[in-house]
């Protein structure tokens, strides 16, 4: 975390970088109304970085903001820049935003987001302060990311439908959710869903284990079963485990991929309100000379945590959660 000068802050941009979220719309919100509030001039940056470049930047006001916060995704858009990662690229960016008349950022997205951040700070000293939102809960330093609660029910509800497909005909599912390298997703929903086995980059992965597990269940009556597995490397590794089974165990598998479903949609309350209140802190931060950090949510309180730090691989702490899989999926 770095300190500036705040006798100059007049202006400050909001925008989004990486997937959407859900929860995105409320931390827009918040950031703006709060800024307002606090005598701020606020503008919004359209397609995050690559809206830098290309000057996509329009102010925004207390009108701007009305019936956002119960919609999905970003009403700023987002994406991946390739150019930003260049040092070049990202001076075009500063100059833009000088022109402007930007005097601090608000950058709402994830662990890439987060280093483009990181450099508009090491190399042109444009203050900036982090919101932490995609809905993989992958962010280090935060127990939670904004959109990760509406992702888990998001599937949960999926889910719960395919369980009555699964009774109906007493198949063997294979349920695939997001996470991309991690399984936050994958074990939250396959504790809430009564899963068998759940699969993640973190559990390296037992054939026989899973295959023991279904064929207890078997033994003692069961007629179906579920497994949940986060996509991993690439979404469609869920067909590549079911031909396992199928090979190794004669079972044949239904395979259901969620994908980008669990990126849409209205906001779950715990969303919209953490991201309102991640948002409205990160304003408070800037207005306190504070920057080069994120705001993380840690237990009940909300604290600033170093871009440095939150770039890190976030530790798995889900291991408790994963015994009690085991345990009640008997």
């Given at each position: 975390?770095?300190?500036?000068?705040?006798?100059?802050?007049?202006?400050?941009?909001?925008?989004?970088?990486?997937?959407?979220?859900?929860?995105?719309?409320?931390?827009?919100?918040?950031?703006?109304?709060?800024?307002?509030?606090?005598?701020?001039?606020?503008?919004?940056?359209?397609?995050?970085?690559?809206?830098?470049?290309?000057?996509?930047?329009?102010?925004?006001?207390?009108?701007?903001?009305?019936?956002?916060?119960?919609?999905?995704?970003?009403?700023?858009?987002?994406?991946?820049?390739?150019?930003?990662?260049?040092?070049?690229?990202?001076?075009?960016?500063?100059?833009?935003?000088?022109?402007?008349?930007?005097?601090?950022?608000?950058?709402?997205?994830?662990?890439?987001?987060?280093?483009?951040?990181?450099?508009?700070?090491?190399?042109?000293?444009?203050?900036?302060?982090?919101?932490?939102?995609?809905?993989?809960?992958?962010?280090?330093?935060?127990?939670?990311?904004?959109?990760?609660?509406?992702?888990?029910?998001?599937?949960?509800?999926?889910?719960?439908?395919?369980?009555?497909?699964?009774?109906?005909?007493?198949?063997?599912?294979?349920?695939?959710?997001?996470?991309?390298?991690?399984?936050?997703?994958?074990?939250?929903?396959?504790?809430?869903?009564?899963?068998?086995?759940?699969?993640?980059?973190?559990?390296?992965?037992?054939?026989?284990?899973?295959?023991?597990?279904?064929?207890?269940?078997?033994?003692?009556?069961?007629?179906?079963?579920?497994?949940?597995?986060?996509?991993?490397?690439?979404?469609?590794y869920a067909y590549d485990l079911a031909e396992q089974l199928k090979q190794k165990a004669n079972f044949d598998a239904k395979v259901c991929i969620l994908g980008h479903v669990q990126r849409g949609g209205s906001p779950t309350a715990l969303d919209r309100m953490i991201a309102s209140?991640?948002?409205?802190?990160?304003?408070?931060?800037?207005?306190?000379?504070?920057?080069?950090?994120?705001?993380?949510?840690?237990?009940?309180?909300?604290?600033n945590v170093s871009f440095d730090e939150a770039i890190q691989k976030k530790p798995f702490t889900y291991k408790g959660l994963l015994d009690l899989v085991d345990i009640l999926s008997q």
């Amino acid at each position: 975390m770095n300190k500036f000068d705040t006798n100059k802050l007049k202006k400050i941009a909001v925008f989004t970088s990486g997937g959407d979220a859900p929860g995105m719309n409320a931390a827009i919100r918040a950031t703006v109304r709060m800024a307002i509030y606090k005598n701020l001039e606020v503008f919004g940056i359209y397609q995050g970085y690559q809206g830098m470049l290309d000057n996509q930047i329009e102010p925004l006001n207390l009108g701007s903001m009305a019936n956002v916060i119960q919609r999905g995704g970003t009403v700023l858009k987002a994406g991946r820049c390739q150019n930003f990662l260049k040092p070049e690229f990202r001076k075009i960016a500063a100059q833009n935003l000088k022109v402007q008349g930007i005097d601090g950022l608000i950058c709402i997205g994830g662990d890439g987001s987060f280093r483009g951040a990181k450099a508009l700070w090491d190399e042109h000293q444009i203050p900036i302060v982090g919101v932490p939102g995609t809905i993989d809960n992958d962010i280090n330093g935060s127990e939670y990311t904004i959109g990760f609660d509406t992702a888990v029910n998001t599937a949960m509800e999926a889910i719960d439908k395919i369980r009555d497909t699964a009774a109906s005909h007493d198949r063997l599912f294979i349920v695939e959710v997001m996470g991309r390298n991690t399984g936050y997703i994958a074990i939250e929903v396959g504790l809430a869903g009564g899963a068998e086995e759940v699969i993640f980059p973190e559990n390296p992965f037992n054939l026989e284990k899973v295959i023991n597990k279904i064929q207890h269940g078997i033994d003692r009556g069961k007629k179906s079963s579920i497994l949940v597995t986060a996509e991993g490397d690439k979404p469609g590794y869920a067909y590549d485990l079911a031909e396992q089974l199928k090979q190794k165990a004669n079972f044949d598998a239904k395979v259901c991929i969620l994908g980008h479903v669990q990126r849409g949609g209205s906001p779950t309350a715990l969303d919209r309100m953490i991201a309102s209140r991640l948002a409205a802190q990160a304003v408070l931060s800037l207005l306190d000379g504070n920057c080069n950090h994120m705001i993380a949510l840690q237990g009940t309180s909300y604290v600033n945590v170093s871009f440095d730090e939150a770039i890190q691989k976030k530790p798995f702490t889900y291991k408790g959660l994963l015994d009690l899989v085991d345990i009640l999926s008997q």
